[in-house]
């Protein structure tokens, strides 16, 4: 990659008091456009503090699909681009920003949706391009100044869509009696607003224990899918008949809690499957008829494409430390930089000190950013520790340098357990955080359980708990048969360790390979048959946040303060314990 000189950006002058500087970091990429529709950025003048950026006529600052802008912002800076793309093409691209947002707005800079995520800072982008005019801004928040930087790196071009295939037959009461008024010439309106009224999806019991669960949707595009559905695919959703109803039906047990969206009109690209399996999250969006959103912020409700819509079924189990209490004692959560010399990259680091007073154990997070907001982890460290249910404890929240470095990094890597061996837990030492191996537990989610459990096994000595959310047993090295954590823990002396290991049954296998459920399953039974202590518990949910805030709570008393966990606590009595 060759960067060019840092210049201002055309039509800012030296004493714009917004400070925004901007310089192309140019590749040789081709853009994945046809020529007649280059796919470009033209920067427009700076907006005022606190208004919309607004056009002019200054020198386009051309960028094609793998160019790259950057910038600094200054407290109320915002500034504006145009993308031209064909209509209907998928645009892809990757965004990091401190105290930066990036968002879609129509030409004359009216919000119309929030394209960065809170959860993290650097992340992919991609919506699909609209005949109506738009323009991206990027827009400085908080207090602070920012910095951001977008990459356009794909625009992938529409192909004919494909028959959606025999719908199925249909189970749900309501939409059976709905299509006897459609077949007798009644319209949908009196059923919309008795959903509206009610909230979707539309819940019918069947039994003490289950529930058939219909997710609805309201269009008459060609198609929508599920993104979140109990089958752990991308459900599409069958149109009845000709109306503007759109349906998919699951029958589910009454302890279910789960996440979803859905995405209306998902183009069918001209791609990889992996990259058409992608292309939902271009319009995935929460359910309009549910007014129950996860996380429940304001930087969430800015959009409908912001967050996701929660479905708990009546016997879910509560989440009772998830919110603030009021007149709870606080910690103190503090930012870090930490540079690794060991990884070669720069990543954030938050660090949480108890309201109690000293610690007395200690938590290692990965995935900060989501730690912090999609679930919210110092309100549950206080509200636990504030029922006496742990003792005070800090944590530690591991950012991540880039998505690729988490790819990277939380599979098995030796660099990385040399950055937490060597780095990281001296620093936190530094810190006065620091606590006993047998009172500091390592715990992620996803790939950040995957690490967990080999930071366990690797650094016994530094980590005595492993508490592990739906961690990613299914990986094995380049080359290897599938199970090789669980070769691992088989093959290695036993190490002074506890477990807690979660997993939802909506994570369980496709395709002919074993999922989530099945490979935690597997590492559970490995680790009791070579006498580790595990707590090994299975709920009725998918890979989601919205159910692994609850679960590290319970995790956190399991390891913590086992006789708690054993006397039984209604939080964590709902799930199977294997």
Not at 76 to 100: S, T
Not at 123 to 134: D, K, N
Request: aromatic share 8%; proline share 8%.
């Amino acid at each position: 990659m060759s960067v060019a000189k840092p210049r201002r950006a055309p039509g800012l002058g030296g004493g714009m008091a917004l400070g925004f500087v901007a310089w192309a970091a140019l590749t040789a990429a081709q853009a994945a456009v046809p020529p007649a529709h280059p796919a470009h950025l033209l920067p427009e003048r700076a907006a005022r503090p606190g208004a919309p950026a607004g056009g002019s006529n200054a020198a386009p600052l051309a960028l094609g699909v793998g160019h790259t802008v950057k910038g600094r912002m200054q407290v109320g800076g915002a500034h504006a681009f145009r993308l031209n793309v064909p209509a209907g093409w998928v645009v892809q691209g990757d965004f990091d920003g401190r105290n930066v947002v990036l968002d879609l707005q129509d030409e004359h800079g009216a919000h119309l949706r929030r394209l960065s995520r809170a959860d993290a800072a650097a992340q992919g982008v991609m919506w699909v391009a609209s005949h109506a005019p738009r323009r991206l801004a990027v827009r400085q928040v908080g207090d602070a100044p920012g910095t951001f930087e977008l990459r356009i790196s794909k625009a992938l071009e529409p192909k004919p869509e494909s028959s959606g295939g025999e719908a199925p037959k249909i189970d749900s009461p309501t939409l059976r009696s709905l299509q006897d008024d459609l077949a007798s010439g009644a319209g949908t309106d009196a059923f919309w607003a008795d959903m509206a009224r009610k909230g979707t999806p539309l819940v019918e019991p069947v039994s003490e224990t289950e529930s058939l669960v219909t997710f609805l949707w309201r269009g008459t595009g060609g198609n929508v899918r599920l993104f979140g559905s109990p089958s752990g695919n991308h459900d599409p959703m069958r149109r009845l008949g000709d109306s503007d109803v759109w349906w998919a039906t699951f029958r589910m047990p009454n302890t279910a809690r789960l996440s979803y969206r859905i995405a209306p009109d998902v183009p069918q690209i001209q791609g990889s499957p992996m990259e058409q399996r992608r292309v939902i999250l271009a319009t995935a969006q929460r359910d309009p008829l549910n007014p129950h959103v996860f996380p429940d912020t304001d930087d969430v409700r800015i959009d409908m494409y912001q967050g996701a819509s929660v479905l708990t079924l009546p016997q879910a189990p509560p989440q009772p430390w998830v919110s603030r209490r009021p007149k709870r004692a606080v910690g103190v959560l503090n930012h870090h930089e930490f540079e690794s010399a060991v990884l070669g990259n720069r990543r954030e680091i938050w660090t949480y000190r108890p309201a109690a007073g000293k610690p007395e154990a200690l938590l290692m997070l990965f995935d900060a950013h989501s730690y912090l907001h999609q679930v919210p982890t110092p309100a549950i460290i206080d509200n636990l520790v504030g029922e006496g249910l742990i003792p005070p404890t800090a944590v530690v929240l591991v950012g991540n340098a880039s998505p690729e470095a988490r790819g990277r990094e939380l599979p098995p890597n030796e660099s990385f357990i040399r950055f937490l061996d060597e780095e990281l837990m001296p620093w936190v030492e530094r810190q006065g955080l620091a606590q006993p191996a047998s009172r500091t537990v390592v715990a992620g989610s996803s790939y950040g359980g995957l690490a967990s459990a080999y930071a366990g096994l690797r650094l016994p000595h530094r980590f005595g708990n492993v508490l592990s959310l739906s961690g990613s047993y299914w990986w094995s090295p380049t080359g290897e048969i599938p199970g090789w954590m669980m070769r691992q823990y088989a093959t290695a002396p036993v190490r002074d360790l506890r477990f807690y290991l979660d997993a939802g049954r909506y994570e369980a296998s496709r395709g002919g390979r074993d999922g989530i459920l099945e490979t935690s399953r597997h590492l559970g039974d490995v680790l009791r048959a070579k006498g580790y202590e595990t707590t090994q518990v299975e709920h009725d949910t998918g890979h989601d946040y919205l159910h692994w805030q609850g679960s590290l709570g319970c995790g956190l008393v399991a390891l913590l303060n086992p006789a708690a966990y054993e006397r039984g606590l209604p939080a964590c009595s709902a799930g199977l314990h294997r």
